[in-house]
């Protein structure tokens, strides 16, 4: 089998050389066994229709698999593969390619820290939906989800308990001073797998800050969250434990800002980091609190 260092050189010119069969040969069993060559074929031929260039914009080393993406030379069309540990396309979506110019341009007026301490991992965040599913939603839309990870799993022993994965229970700070105008907690921790689309942010914690920006910090442990409506926190300052309520299929960490403190009617704000790094997915990142 091609090992993935040549198809990252060669994917966007098989496309383009319309030789699907080299690229169908290397797809897994199950992704064959959903999608013939001939539908493969029917979506393929017509995608690159018109295109003189595929470019390699991403690639991310994700837990559990290799994500790598490319973008027609007029960025309106996009190739995503994934690919497993033993280098096969186990995904692969042909897909238009949108951004919102306005809302990438709308940054937070505030700098804000990592809500946490230590080494954490990017699994979604950024300005497009490839690698931000969030962004389709306009609330949502440049919100983060962190987790931990230690040799390429999020996880240690069993996937099946939320104590194992290395995440959990990590405590989670204020990412900037302000005042704390709700809390949610009782919520139980799912079972890993399992979400709980009633209650999509679990529990949270929606702080307050110069500007009228409001961060909400989300999926935090029940009983774990250490500060009330009204009180007062320093940036750094412990608000809860990392857990996996809410509409979480395993223990990581929803941070988003907000213009306003709706979950329903707020837009996400695009944040600026004291680090000066904007995190994108595939990224592991240090606090500097």
Not at 26 to 33: C, D, L, W
Not at 81 to 94: D, G, K, M, Y
Request: proline share 4%; net charge negative.
């Amino acid at each position: 089998m091609e090992p993935v260092t040549n198809l990252k050189q060669t994917m966007g010119q098989l496309f383009l050389a319309q030789q699907f069969e080299e690229v169908y040969r290397v797809t897994t069993t199950e992704f064959q066994h959903y999608v013939t060559y001939d539908q493969f074929l029917n979506l393929a031929i017509p995608f690159v229709e018109g295109v003189e260039q595929f470019r390699l914009e991403h690639e991310a080393n994700l837990p559990y698999s290799k994500q790598m993406i490319w973008l027609d030379d007029m960025k309106t069309k996009a190739i995503v593969v994934a690919f497993n540990p033993a280098n096969e396309i186990e995904s692969l979506f042909l897909t238009p390619f949108t951004i919102d110019e306005q809302a990438n341009k709308r940054y937070t007026k505030n700098t804000y820290h990592y809500p946490f301490k230590g080494e954490w991992f990017v699994f979604w965040g950024g300005t497009n939906e490839l690698i931000n599913y969030h962004y389709a939603y306009e609330s949502q839309r440049f919100a983060y989800d962190f987790v931990k990870v230690q040799d390429g799993l999020t996880y240690h022993q069993t996937p099946e308990r939320n104590d194992m994965y290395f995440a959990y229970n990590e405590e989670i700070l204020a990412p900037l001073e302000g005042t704390v105008i709700e809390v949610v907690d009782g919520i139980v921790d799912n079972i890993p797998g399992q979400m709980d689309e009633q209650n999509p942010a679990g529990n949270f914690v929606i702080i307050e800050h110069a500007n009228k920006e409001y961060s909400l910090l989300a999926h935090l442990i029940p009983s774990s969250i250490t500060v009330r409506v009204g009180q007062h926190v320093k940036t750094g300052e412990t608000i809860g434990r990392c857990g996996n309520s809410g509409n979480s299929s395993e223990t990581h960490l929803h941070f988003q800002v907000m213009d306003t403190p709706s979950l329903a009617s707020c837009k996400s704000l695009r944040i600026r980091f004291n680090s000066k790094q904007e995190p994108l997915q595939g990224d592991t990142i240090k606090s500097k609190i």
